[in-house]
């Protein structure tokens, strides 16, 4: 009997001495779960920054840059809008101007006389280059045929006269279609660069950010380097589509000037011969060389 209350009162002790290690543990665990859920709140905040900053993009980068990052944004903006007006203006101008040089040629060599042409250019205007060339060249071949060399860039033959007129408003309409292709080639070679900066720049202050910051997370540090490399790709999306319309009006320019060149070997033959050669098919035209009103 004396054995048995013994044995009860050492699992009595037993129990009583695991109580407070029991609510040690219950006490641990309560405040590891206090600790998560604490923690929760911050990563959902960060989530959240991180969705808004994904919806801002652009707008949020300039939202939060300095004036620098501003001004570069502005410069890039600009550059663009006036590639683009260039492009659409200059692509107009040239696909009427060679419809314009089509239906001149075609009425031009289809006239009979001098006299014709002379009044077709009266009655309708010089308003393309072929026009312009046809019009000077038989003004000075009437003019020096009738007064002779009366200054000193008159000086010469007939033919050395005429030759130069038509070689002076051949320059002349040259530098009209190569106007505004300098502006494209600057922003084609310089907006890369500009975006190039401006990320630079952005990610210069992203850095100085992150390191005055107490904690560097992966959200901390890609989203504003992402942002910075915003202005990379609208380098490029500016200067892309400049430099392709440069290169297309340049070879445009290339193909109609060379046209203009060979109406002007042409035109010249014509005026001191009375003949037109196509060199494709071997033969030769002879055109009637009326007397204009002028003479």
């Given at each position: 009997?004396?054995?048995?209350l013994?044995s009860?009162l050492?699992?009595?002790?037993q129990?009583?001495d695991?109580a407070p290690?029991?609510?040690?543990?219950?006490?641990a665990a309560?405040d590891?779960?206090?600790?998560s859920?604490?923690?929760?709140?911050?990563?959902?905040?960060?989530?959240t920054?991180?969705?808004?900053?994904?919806q801002?993009?652009?707008?949020?980068?300039?939202?939060?840059?300095?004036v620098?990052?501003?001004?570069?944004f502005?410069i890039?903006?600009l550059?663009s809008?006036t590639?683009?007006?260039?492009?659409?203006?200059?692509?107009y101008l040239?696909?009427?101007i060679r419809?314009?040089s089509?239906?001149?040629?075609?009425?031009?060599w289809?006239?009979s006389?001098l006299?014709q042409?002379e009044?077709?250019?009266?009655?309708h205007?010089?308003?393309?280059?072929f026009?312009h060339?046809?019009?000077?060249?038989i003004?000075?071949?009437n003019?020096?045929?009738?007064y002779g060399a009366m200054?000193l860039?008159?000086?010469?033959?007939?033919g050395a006269?005429?030759t130069?007129t038509?070689r002076?408003v051949?320059?002349?309409?040259?530098a009209?279609?190569?106007n505004?292709?300098?502006?494209?080639?600057?922003?084609?070679?310089?907006a890369?660069?500009?975006g190039?900066f401006?990320?630079v720049?952005g990610?210069?202050?992203?850095?100085i950010?992150?390191?005055?910051?107490?904690?560097v997370t992966v959200?901390?540090i890609a989203?504003?380097?992402?942002?910075?490399?915003?202005?990379t790709?609208?380098g490029?999306?500016?200067a892309?589509?400049?430099?392709l319309a440069?290169?297309?009006?340049?070879?445009?320019n290339?193909?109609?000037l060379a046209r203009l060149?060979?109406?002007a070997?042409d035109l010249f033959t014509f005026l001191?011969t009375?003949?037109?050669?196509f060199?494709?098919?071997?033969?030769v035209?002879h055109?009637?060389?009326a007397a204009?009103k002028s003479?």
């Open positions: 009997m004396l054995d048995l013994n009860a050492q699992v009595l002790g129990l009583a695991t290690a029991a609510q040690s543990a219950a006490a309560t590891l779960a206090a600790a859920a604490a923690a929760v709140p911050p990563v959902a905040q960060m989530g920054t991180a969705a808004d900053v994904a801002g993009g652009m707008l949020h980068f300039i939202s939060e840059s300095d620098v990052g501003k001004s570069l502005a890039l903006v550059m809008l590639s683009w007006y260039l492009i659409f203006v200059k692509s040239n696909a009427r419809s314009r089509n239906k001149f040629l075609r009425e031009f289809a006239a006389s006299e042409v009044n077709e250019i009266t009655t205007g010089a308003s393309e280059p026009a060339v046809a019009s000077h060249a003004h000075a071949r003019h020096h045929a009738k200054k860039e008159e000086k010469g033959s007939t006269f005429v130069r038509i002076k051949i320059d002349e309409e040259t009209k279609l190569e505004g292709l300098t502006v494209l080639a600057s922003i084609g070679s310089t890369p660069f500009v190039l401006g990320t720049w990610v210069y202050h992203a850095l950010g992150i390191g005055l910051a107490d904690g959200n901390r989203t504003p380097v992402g942002e910075a490399l915003i202005m790709g609208l490029l999306a500016v892309i589509p400049a430099v440069y290169n297309g009006f340049v070879r445009g290339r193909v109609y060149d060979a109406f070997h001191s009375g003949q037109q050669a060199e494709s098919s071997g033969k035209r055109v009637t060389l204009s003479e």
